[in-house]
Nanobody, 117 residues
Framework: QVQLVESGGGLVQPGGSLNLSCVPS????????MGWYRQAPGKQREAVAT?????????ADSVKGRFTISRDNAKNKNTLALQMNGLKPEDTAVYYC?????????WGQGTQVTVSA
């Protein structure tokens, strides 16, 4: 069964940057939407940034101008990245990547991002 593998999380000071990556362990066909979500302790999971198969991108208001989502469909690899700049303590959360196809919804295992001085 194909899994999404995330990497790039860690501890960073306020104002710092991190780049998250999401790579599927195998081929996924028929992707409609790819995205990054996050869940902070005691809060619901929320959408951070999404990109559709038609390249429409949406960002949460809280990350606009600081985060950039990108995808690489070369050779059907379907990798997804999230460049995070100007990180704030309120960005602290577990970040998950998500691929939605016509048949199912794929989630990664999550990667911890902690922003603290």
């Amino acid at each position: 069964q194909v899994q999404l593998v995330e990497s790039g999380g860690g501890l960073v000071q306020p104002g710092g940057s991190l780049n998250l990556s999401c790579v599927p362990s195998g081929s996924i066909i028929g992707i409609r939407t790819m995205g990054w979500y996050r869940q902070a302790p005691g809060k619901q999971r929320e959408a951070v940034a999404t990109v559709t198969s038609g390249a429409t991108i949406n960002y949460a208001d809280s990350v606009k101008g600081r985060f950039t989502i990108s995808r690489d469909n070369a050779k059907n690899k379907n990798t997804l990245a999230l460049q995070m700049n100007g990180l704030k303590p309120e960005d602290t959360a577990v970040y998950y990547c998500n691929f939605v196809t016509f048949l199912r919804n794929y989630w990664g295992q999550g990667t911890q991002v902690t922003v603290s001085a």
